[in-house]
């Protein structure tokens, strides 16, 4: 299993940013029963949660982000995203997807994406 998160860049506070994390050696019926979500990590901090995906197609959302931000998913790419906007200096993070297999028993994460707002 493997994962990759790609999308990051500079954007204007106010602008709007998509994440994609894309995964590789999932079979549809394993993807389809994953749990997902999306992590930030800002230099001398912890990593922070932002979102879940569940298997269901429920969400949640950190308070931080909620209302502004929208976590998806395909299942025929294999590939979650993040949507966000309406995005705030305090957003600038780098942004890392989990990808939580209960079925292989795996736990995988990407190696980050770097979201940069300007204010």
């Known amino acids: 299993v493997q994962v990759a998160e790609s999308g990051g860049a500079l954007v204007q506070a106010g602008g709007s940013l998509r994440l994609s994390c894309k995964t590789s050696?999932?079979?549809?019926?394993?993807?389809?029963?994953?749990?997902m979500g999306w992590y930030r990590q800002t230099p001398g901090k912890e990593r922070e949660w932002v979102g879940m995906?569940?298997?269901?197609?429920?969400?949640n959302y950190a308070d931080s982000v909620k209302g502004r931000f929208t976590i998806s998913r395909d299942n025929a790419k294999r590939t979650m995203y993040l949507q966000m906007n309406s995005l705030k200096p305090e957003d600038a993070a780098v942004y890392y997807c989990n990808i939580r297999s209960e079925q292989l028993g795996t736990d995988s994460w990407g190696q980050g994406t770097q979201v940069t707002v300007s204010s």
């Open positions: 995906l569940g298997s269901d197609r429920t969400t």
């Open positions: 050696g999932f079979i549809l019926s394993v993807w389809s029963t994953a749990e």
